[in-house]
């Protein structure tokens, strides 16, 4: 869909991914390329220098909840954003204007393709990528899903009628803008950038090759080739009341350090109630599908309760009461204000 607001999108489709490209390479992320091939392995190490930390006596700026919930409102008001739906257009058009605010046009970026559907559909999906800090070569990612559920499954009734996800997607989508609001007037000290997924949440139970089609796409048609950042941490149902975060399983085994660092700085600020203190549960995610393709260590904060049959979600995942009254300035607050230390105040910036 054309938006009048940037006229690049008047050019073909190729002459527009050949310009980002170029522009990306120069303005944006450089070429950042390691002494030896980046594979899954030394990625994954925790004694990797990229995932070293300690405190650098930073100013660390203050997270605003209020605005975190009005950003989850603002989605809740476009109604479900599964593919193809209109409210997942509008929700588009209006991530793309926000982070254009906050970052700049230049450093804002839709990826665009399509995947098939189950009713041999054409499904129009699209990444939203927005960089902070853009001259630093030195760089983290932090990312969400931003699509919603087009079934609610766990529902007693209208188990065919999409979901709000108030909680499941925009929660995650909510906290990374505000971090966008807040690096515009407190430029970041290292290179950030915001990746909000599409078709994460599109596929049916046990049936797990049409979820995480946004992550995979990105994964597989990196907008810049080589783009290689110290670590990735993905939000994904970070807003829900009485909420519990363990250290997610797959988490530990692809950057136990980086864990052991977010949930360190919980403990700090007295929000061990949140970010608690077992190893849960290994949680198929779309950090999965970023550290096997690419070898990026990332993490995966996720609401969840572990016991030995599996993972449990709150009792509203995947039903249509995943709306506006399950979510909590105060969880908001936690994760927000402990990934702003992580960033500000704990990772050590290369010159």
Not at 118 to 135: G, H, K, R, V
Request: glycine content about 8%.
């Amino acid at each position: 869909m054309s938006i009048s607001w940037i006229p690049l999108f008047s050019l073909s489709r190729n002459h527009l991914q050949r310009w980002f490209i170029e522009i990306m390479n120069k303005f944006l992320f450089g070429v950042v390329v390691l002494a030896a091939a980046l594979t899954f392995n030394s990625c994954s190490g925790g004694s990797s220098e990229r995932l070293n930390f300690e405190e650098q006596g930073r100013n660390v700026p203050v997270f605003n909840a209020d605005s975190a919930y009005h950003f989850i409102e603002r989605q809740l008001d476009f109604g479900p954003r599964n593919p193809n739906s209109k409210g997942h257009q509008q929700a588009k058009e209006y991530f793309l204007k926000t982070l254009q605010r906050y970052a700049g046009s230049r450093s804002v970026y839709a990826q665009n393709f399509t995947a098939k559907g189950y009713d041999d559909d054409s499904l129009a999906l699209s990444n939203i990528i927005a960089s902070f800090n853009p001259q630093s070569k030195d760089r983290i990612m932090l990312s969400a899903h931003w699509d919603t559920r087009p079934r609610a499954d766990k529902a007693p009734t209208d188990k065919e009628k999409p979901i709000l996800g108030a909680d499941d997607g925009a929660s995650g989508v909510a906290v990374l803008l505000e971090l966008a609001r807040l690096f515009k007037e407190n430029p970041p000290p290292i290179g950030v950038d915001i990746v909000l997924f599409d078709g994460e949440d599109y596929g049916k139970e046990g049936d797990m090759s049409k979820y995480f089609l946004g992550s995979r796409y990105w994964a597989n048609n990196p907008p810049v080739q080589g783009y290689s950042p110290r670590f990735g941490i993905l939000l994904d149902m970070v807003g829900g009341k009485d909420a519990h975060f363990p250290k997610e399983g797959y988490s530990m085994q692809f950057a136990p350090a980086l864990v052991n660092e977010i949930w360190s700085i919980a403990d700090e600020k007295g929000l061990n109630y949140l970010f608690t203190s077992e190893v849960g549960n290994k949680i198929s995610d779309d950090h999965v599908v970023i550290n096997r393709i690419l070898g990026i260590p990332t993490i995966d904060i996720i609401r969840h309760n572990t016991n030995s049959e599996g993972s449990q979600f709150a009792p509203y995942w995947h039903t249509h009461n995943d709306d506006i009254s399950n979510i909590s300035k105060k969880t908001l607050d936690g994760v927000g204000k402990t990934v702003l230390e992580l960033i500000y105040n704990r990772v050590n910036v290369s010159n």
